[in-house]
């Protein structure tokens, strides 16, 4: 099945710096990288995706990049603000799309 | 709001006891997946329905079971339950069956085991 590894585990920035999270899979025909933002005690929400046939997708200050190559994929924080403070799941399909499994998470936290 | 609703938020029993977990969708949504988060854990995907039948399983114990109504909410029974068990467990809802349809969580029923 598939396997998905995420780095780092945590994450500490100062407010305004650009924070990066990475994960890798290992099923070649996977085809749909979600991101998903979970601050604490609430439930996942999904903030960005990306499917194969991209290699890029911005959506103001959050970015994801892809590279099927080497089968790992990005999730690009800039300009990070206090209440970008959370964990961060990745997530890739695998089985040809029939589910998907996320990664560990990352927990960001966003110095004053 | 994501529009899925679990019911209860909390829940606290005692361990060999049984539990009921409900998840409504978001209306017009078909899929429902069961997710469990344990303390400082990522999400274990346990099981997902789709239209009432059983679609995809994950690491779903045999104690587990789950099911799909004909008004397509859900019900995640666990049974036998030991102290391991408690967890946050998270219904996700999307329209289609596959992974790329967008998954939509609802708030969680934080289970105690004590």
């Known amino acids: 099945g598939e396997n998905v590894e995420q780095h780092p585990s945590t994450l500490s920035v100062q407010e305004g710096d650009s924070a990066v999270i990475k994960c890798t899979y290992s099923?070649?025909?996977?085809?749909?990288f979600p991101w998903y933002k979970q601050e604490l005690g609430k439930r996942p929400q999904l903030i960005i995706d990306?499917?194969?046939?991209?290699g890029e997708k911005k959506d103001q200050r959050i970015a994801v990049t892809l590279n099927k190559t080497a089968k790992h994929f990005s999730l690009h924080i800039t300009e990070t603000q206090p209440e970008d403070s959370a964990v961060y799941f990745c997530?890739?399909?695998?089985?040809?799309?029939?589910?998907?499994?996320f990664g560990p998470g990352t927990r960001l936290s966003v110095l004053p | 709001d994501s529009g899925v609703t679990q019911t209860p938020k909390h829940l606290i029993t005692a361990t060999g006891q049984r539990v009921t977990l409900r998840c409504s969708p978001r209306?017009?949504?078909?899929?429902v997946y069961w997710y469990q988060q344990s303390l400082d854990q990522g999400l274990q995907f346990l099981i997902q329905?789709?239209?009432?039948?059983?679609?995809a399983k994950g690491n779903i114990l045999e104690r587990f079971s789950a099911q799909q109504f004909p008004d397509l909410h859900s019900e995640l029974n666990l049974s036998s339950l030991e102290l391991g068990d408690s967890a946050l467990y998270f219904c996700?809802?999307?329209?289609?069956?596959?992974?790329?349809?967008?998954?939509?969580f609802g708030p969680g029923t934080r289970l105690t085991v004590l």
């Open positions: 996700a809802s999307s329209v289609g069956a596959a992974a790329v349809d967008t998954q939509y």
């Open positions: 099923d070649s025909a996977s085809n749909y």
């Open positions: 990306i499917r194969s046939n991209v």
């Open positions: 997530a890739a399909d695998y089985n040809y799309g029939q589910n998907f499994v």
């Open positions: 209306s017009g949504d078909l899929s």
């Open positions: 329905y789709y239209n009432g039948e059983e679609r």
